[in-house]
């Protein structure tokens, strides 16, 4: 097979087709899908706030200068995420299509990184073009770079410091130490579990590089600095969230407590109960269904026996290497999958956002049992053709399911977050349209009344926002109706005996253009 692609034009057609291929499932109903039309995840709404409000006003919506991590709800959120919906915001407006660009946009780089780290690692093209095929169709790389959960940017970093990694150790260039450092660095504010990761991983890399004699000073110097220098930001404001320090400020950053730290949430206890329940996760489902789709697993049924002959070899090739005190980078992919799994393990309800770093080495061994597989049988042809007839049909049957609207898109549980981004991107086009001289009145439910969306879509300013005031939007139940004309009302459908009302005295109703609410307005 190897022989056959020595042209290299055509490893550049066949590189070619299947990033076109990648891009398109990524970017196909990326609008739509998950939470079906004009649906928004409310960790989303937070971040595309926080993007708004950093880029317009330098502050994010609780008045903190530049953050190295976000308050969220109380627990933090990361802040890599919401910083690069920064720079997108400022060439594309606020959509829920531009603002989950980010995660596509991250995934892209982290494809290329993966095809070159591949081929680093088995040496042969073909296994290079099978590792970015399986991850342009494992359903948890698509489905967690089709949406803008922050927390799984750390699967693409962690790809791209990889290949850095490999490429530094194998070419020895200072410049590789370098770059791996600034991606290993930049990672720590993809997710709050990079936090104990990273730094032992780079330990016990560090230690093995020493013990085969395979690293100069100058090259750990290279590799520590940049990580260091990009971690001390982070590494101040969890001080200050532990209440080490106190809170500060500099002329260009807040450091601020949140409502709690979430480092409460790991313990060696929960190792035993995890064993079990966070394998299930890690390859069927967590019960979220943006998260995974149960019909198809994780990484699709046909991969685990492959995923499992690899995850072996790997491991008795890197002891092999390391008894023998010889150079072998499979050892960095075996050793980040056990630290890695080893922190899932020690928090809370590891669910699969949680544990998306594990992705990375569950797919290079997935690769390495297909490439065993192959090679110890003697007649190769049907093993081959097999394989990719399961995995193509496997694609095939996840795509239809996840992009149909009788799916995914569908689902109930999905649902919830589509009335509160219609509402939002109603009430900013009803507040262009209206003008300044009228006041537009939001009743609804509780549950349905959440202030962020309107403050996203109207790109209220956090100043104004934390003052409870929306650009010309109002919210509650007014203690008395304006019947004059010059207020108009965004009622919720359940509270139709005040549209009933409205409407006997004079008030044009529209029940169709957000729904779930009726807008009623008074023609003079």
Not at 96 to 105: D, G, I, K
Not at 253 to 269: A, G, H, I, K, Q
Not at 280 to 295: H, K
Request: contains cysteine; charged residues 15%; aromatic residues 18%.
């Amino acid at each position: 097979m190897e022989e056959k692609f020595n042209d290299r034009r055509v490893r550049f057609i066949v590189l070619g087709i299947i990033a076109a291929l990648f891009v398109a499932t990524r970017l196909y109903k990326l609008d739509t899908v998950p939470f079906g039309p004009d649906g928004l995840h409310i960790d989303e709404a937070e971040a595309a706030y926080d993007a708004v409000c950093i880029r317009d006003w330098g502050v994010d919506q609780f008045l903190v200068k530049f953050p190295p991590y976000f308050r969220g709800y109380g627990g933090g959120q990361n802040a890599l995420y919401t910083y690069l919906a920064v720079i997108v915001l400022k060439f594309l407006p606020m959509s829920t299509f531009s603002f989950r660009l980010v995660a596509v946009l991250c995934a892209i780089p982290a494809f290329f990184s993966l095809y070159d780290l591949s081929y680093r690692l088995f040496q042969r093209w073909s296994y290079a073009v099978i590792s970015i095929s399986l991850m342009t169709i494992f359903p948890v790389y698509l489905m967690s770079e089709h949406w803008g959960l922050e927390c799984y940017l750390f699967l693409s970093l962690v790809i791209i410091s990889m290949d850095f990694l490999v490429r530094a150790v194998q070419e020895s260039k200072l410049r590789c130490f370098v770059l791996s450092g600034v991606f290993w660095g930049i990672s720590l504010y993809t997710y709050a579990i990079s936090w104990p990761v990273i730094p032992i991983f780079l330990f016990m890399a560090l230690v093995y590089l020493i013990y085969v004699r395979n690293v100069y000073l100058s090259q750990v110097i290279s590799l520590g600095i940049p990580t260091i220098l990009f971690g001390i930001p982070l590494f101040i404001q969890l001080l200050v969230m532990m209440e080490i320090i106190a809170p500060f400020s500099l002329p260009f950053m807040d450091f601020f407590p949140t409502d709690f730290f979430r480092v409460s949430e790991m313990s060696l206890s929960n190792i035993p109960y995890n064993i079990m329940h966070s394998s299930y996760a890690l390859l069927v489902q967590d019960g979220l269904i943006y998260n995974a789709v149960p019909q198809f697993g994780t990484i699709y049924y046909v991969s685990i026996p492959f995923m499992l002959i690899g995850g072996v070899h790997a491991v008795f090739n890197t002891y092999k290497a390391i008894r023998a005190r010889q150079m072998n980078c499979w050892y960095f992919i075996v050793m980040f999958y056990l630290v890695g799994r080893f922190i899932t393990l020690c928090i809370d309800d590891p669910n699969i956002n949680r544990m998306n770093h594990i992705y990375f080495p569950l797919l290079l061994f997935t690769v390495l049992g297909i490439k065993w597989t192959i090679e110890k049988l003697k007649n190769q042809l049907p093993i081959k053709i097999s394989i990719l007839f399961l995995y193509a049909i496997s694609f095939l049957f996840f795509a239809g399911y996840y992009y149909s609207e009788s799916g995914f898109e569908a689902d109930t549980a999905a649902s919830i977050w589509r009335a509160p981004t219609q509402m939002g991107k109603t009430l900013a086009e009803l507040e262009n349209q209206v003008g300044e001289d009228y006041t537009i009145w939001v009743i609804a439910n509780e549950g349905y009344d959440n202030p962020l969306m309107f403050a996203l879509y109207t790109e209220t300013s956090p100043y104004d926002y934390n003052k409870g005031k929306f650009r010309g939007c109002e919210m509650g139940v007014p203690n008395e109706l304006d019947l004059s004309g010059r207020t108009v009302y965004f009622i919720d459908e359940d509270l139709h005996h005040i549209t009933d009302y409205l409407e006997s005295v004079g008030f044009i109703v529209d029940r169709n253009r957000c729904p779930g609410f009726a807008i009623s307005v008074k023609i003079s």
